[in-house]
């Protein structure tokens, strides 16, 4: 049961979240080069900044959707992530002639080295990783953090009392 609920905790939160469900169009020389869904930026990118998280079953991508939609995160903070993806997006195009989600593994992680020399890369790297450690060690009331495995791996004792409801 807590699965369904988590899905549809999931649903309601992609649905909400309104830059997430739509996508971001990246041009070239003026004119339309593809439409990026930035959700599925986010999360190869967090693979790639931190590929356990994946395998501690963190959820770190719907976290990025709660905190994308959540009133308490300031718009400037949203807008950063988003405009992120949109730059990130634009360096892949010009390096590569292929939007992030089409570049192999190896092009991504040079690409990610290039940016993080940049201003806006560096910030941007780091938040995007904050927020996938935040998924890891947050509170499995939120979906994330399934069955506490980042807590164990960092053999984490949680203390008490815990969230009866989540928060954002």
Known sequence: MIELKNY??????????????????IF??????????PLETIALLQEDLFPL??????????????????????KKDKKFIRNGVKWLNEEALSEYKKIYTKLSSKQ???LLQKISKERWGEHFIYTIL???????LGDPIYGI???QKGWEWLEHKSGYPRPKSAFL
Do not use: C, P, W
């Open 108 to 110: 991504r992680q040079s």
């Open 145 to 147: 953090n399934k069955n």
């Open 130 to 136: 904050q927020y996938t450690l935040e998924s890891l």
């Open 28 to 37: 070239s020389r003026g004119e339309l080069f593809a439409e990026v869904v």
């Open 8 to 25: 549809a905790i999931s649903r309601r939160l992609l649905l909400k979240s309104g830059f997430l469900t739509i996508a971001l169009s």
């Open 53 to 74: 998280a994946k395998e501690l079953e963190s959820r770190s991508d719907l976290y990025m959707l709660i905190i994308l939609s959540h009133s308490k995160i300031a």
